[in-house]
């Protein structure tokens, strides 16, 4: 496709269950990216993947959540044991070099 | 610490108005500034952005932005709202360092309902 792809669109689970999130990138993007939105407030970055670089995890809020990509391919954010504060949106984007960042329409997470 | 405040957080304006959004950010270098816009149930779109020079910039569906270093500003205007621009606009400052331009502070939105 042509844009940043994220699944499922919609996620309910119970607290205390582990979810996984999916981001497909644009094709050739190096440059890719996780935020999170909750509701009525602004992106909050969690985490940045540039190649075969390091990431910088230093959005993340706590080592419940995780994050993997694969060279410049699909990523995904895992969330374990689940607690009700991380229903949000889940936001991912990708980049090429310098330009701007496109970004997913999300993953709407409820935990219940 | 590196911030952006977004004071209106409802703006409602008529059909045919002209629109203001205020941001103003707190960054110790020049900052790159960034305005998003996002409509119901889609992804945030890049209207505009700021990186250096010319410091009123323009950006796509007629918005522009000045970017003003005294008043720490960077404020997003239109001469006329069209109802189709009904959404939620997101300021940013980029907060990354070497090549990481999309590590991005947001500003906690500004809702614009249009009315006809």
């Known amino acids: 496709g042509a844009g940043v792809s994220q699944s499922p669109s919609n996620k309910v689970t119970e607290k205390g269950k582990d979810v996984e999130l999916r981001c497909d990138p644009i094709s050739g993007h190096t440059a890719l990216y996780w935020y999170r939105q909750r509701l009525g407030q602004g992106l909050e970055f969690l985490i940045y993947f540039q190649g075969n670089s390091a990431p910088d995890k230093s959005g993340l809020p706590s080592d419940r959540f995780s994050a993997e990509r694969t060279g410049e391919s699909v990523s995904t954010l895992t969330i374990q044991r689940t607690q009700q504060e991380d229903s949000a949106v889940y936001l991912c984007?990708?980049?090429?070099?310098?330009?701007?960042?496109?970004f997913g329409n999300g993953t709407r997470l409820t935990v219940t | 610490a590196q911030s952006v405040t977004q004071p209106d957080i409802h703006i409602t304006v008529s059909e045919g108005a002209s629109l203001e959004l205020r941001c103003n950010y707190s960054y110790g270098a020049t900052p790159y500034l960034f305005w998003y816009v996002q409509s119901p149930g889609q992804g945030l779109q890049l209207l505009l952005k700021?990186?250096?020079?010319?410091?009123l910039v323009q950006g796509i569906k007629g918005f522009e932005a000045e970017f003003k270093r005294s008043q720490s500003s960077f404020n997003l205007r239109k001469p006329s709202v069209h109802w189709s621009d009904a959404a939620e606009y997101f300021c940013a400052v980029g907060a990354g360092v070497g090549g990481n331009t999309g590590k991005l502070i947001f500003g906690q939105g500004t809702t614009l309902q249009v009315k006809p």
């Open positions: 700021y990186f250096s020079g010319d410091t």
């Open positions: 984007a990708s980049s090429l070099g310098g330009s701007p960042l496109h």
